[in-house]
């Protein structure tokens, strides 16, 4: 609370590390927070940062891993497959001694093309069809006090609980102390404990769709191909009245 990521980027970064304000390349016409953008506007960012096609693009963050994974399932979303997380991210890359720089990056304008993967993506109606059938994991990365109801939201508003049979790992039993990601056996196993069926499609979700492409990544490095993120999350859920929720374990 009461950081300016912007502000972090512009007195240190990466050499030649381009700023990606997952606020702001979002989807505007949603009240809800950071919706994935509109295909044209990702384009547009993407062009204006220098990011186009044949690069590959690997994105950090300053906590080690935390919403950089947003940023790395947004370029999935979009159709980018050469896309990559620092494990670790900005913390562990400071405590190996590599350069840092407080210069904005030379960028020149570059041509990018999208495919929208729409099977990555789920809203709230088919969400709620999973519910209703079973045939998907739902999976929550929020905490276990929020899950279960016990815990206000920080979202004014929302109703506590979950949705109906969804399964909840929290996403820091993903992350080791250092920032670092799990181990594959580590992630399998987690997931396992959770009472997630790995054998199932899944969909993560959270409080508002970052943290959820934590358990996405995850997923993705044990080789678990069928998983999408609920994009609206519990911002959206936790609003609608008529959307049932549960509370408890």
Known sequence: AGRDPRTEYEAAHIP??????????????????????????????????????????????????????RVWWLFRLMGKRDVAVLDGGFPKWVAEGHPVEDMPPIMRERHMTVSVQNDLLCDVTQVAHAAKLGDHEIVDAR????????????????????????????YARLINPDGTMKSPEEIRAEFEAAGVDLSKPIITTCGSGVTAAILNLALERIGHRRHALYDGSWAEWGSYEDLKVETGG
């Open 143 to 170: 905490s276990p006090e929020r899950f279960r109801g016990e815990a206000p939201e920080p979202r004014p508003g929302l109703r506590a609980g979950h949705i109906p049979g969804s399964k909840n790992l929290h």
């Open 16 to 69: 030649g590390a381009r700023f990606f304000d997952i606020d702001e390349i979002s989807d505007s016409r949603s009240p809800l927070p950071h919706m994935a953008p509109p295909p044209e506007k990702f384009i547009g960012r993407c062009r204006a940062m220098g990011v186009g096609d044949g690069h590959q693009v690997v994105v950090y963050d300053t906590a080690g891993l935390f919403s950089a994974a």
